[in-house]
């Protein structure tokens, strides 16, 4: 199937897979730390691709980056 721009950019499969590198440098997180939010429940876990490779969508990252700013600004306020 063959998409228009504009259908390619509203789809869902043009999500960006990002790589732990990425995701570290975006939340400022070590590799440990990133892995110990995910299995606490309250980091995005990644998809695992391969035995060696785990990737996560940039837009999960993003939302709990927005999450993390608003759950500090509502602390400030109290």
Excluded: C
């Amino acid at each position: 199937m063959i998409y228009t721009e504009k259908e390619h950019k509203s789809s869902p499969s043009n999500e960006r897979w990002i790589k732990l590198p990425e995701v570290s440098h975006l939340t400022t997180y070590s590799r440990s730390t990133i892995y110990r939010l995910v299995s606490e429940g309250v980091f995005p876990k990644g998809v695992k691709l391969s035995p060696r490779a785990i990737v996560w969508k940039l837009s999960d990252v993003h939302s709990w980056m927005i999450d993390k700013e608003q759950q500090a600004a509502n602390t400030e306020e109290v």
